[in-house]
């Protein structure tokens, strides 16, 4: 499936307003001229210019509104999109259960072999990749990740 480049930039137009929208209900640090709001405010601007720019090419290009991507025709190409698709459901179903490190290297080491990974390079990826992203994201940046059993059972709690 492609849309319409202008159609694209409508959609993160849109998502960059919400976000902006949606930082006006974060906490203010008292004593500071900036919060918690500065980041997002940040991304949502380039997110907006980004949806401008394929406002502005997509108008100008006269392309279909909807039609169908050409390497999507080839079963293989078919193939790898639904991969991603299926691991973004996998991720969303699992992840509370099994956990953030289990779902991930399964989600790396399953993708990694399917785009032509050999099978013990796919699973240490897996297992690396996974091990990593939890570490930046859950001691470095303090995001709270699913801990589903596996850390149930590491970490006894």
């Known amino acids: 499936m ?3 480049a202008s159609l694209l ?3 993160f137009m849109a998502l ?3 976000i902006y929208g949606y ?3 974060f906490p203010a640090f008292p004593g500071q001229r900036y919060g918690p709001e500065l980041f997002p405010r940040v991304i949502s601007a380039g997110i907006f210019a980004c949806g401008l720019v394929l406002l502005a090419r997509g108008w100008r290009s006269g392309q279909a509104w909807l039609g169908l991507d050409p390497a999507l025709r080839e079963p293989r190409q078919l193939g790898s999109f639904l991969a991603m698709v ?3 459901v996998f991720y969303l179903v699992a992840a509370e259960r099994l956990g953030f490190l289990p779902t991930a290297a399964i989600i790396v080491a399953a993708l990694s072999f399917w785009f032509g990974a050999r099978a013990w390079v796919a699973l240490l990826v897996g297992v690396l990749a996974s091990a990593v992203i939890h570490w ?3 001691s470095l940046m303090r ?3 699913p801990r589903g059993w596996f850390m149930q059972i590491v970490a006894g709690g």
Do not use: C, D, E, Y
């Open 2 to 4: 492609r849309l319409h």
């Open 136 to 138: 930046a994201f859950s």
């Open 16 to 18: 960059a307003a919400a």
């Open 23 to 25: 930082t006006h209900t």
């Open 9 to 11: 930039g409508l959609l």
């Open 143 to 145: 995001v709270p990740l």
């Open 86 to 88: 299926g691991a973004i």
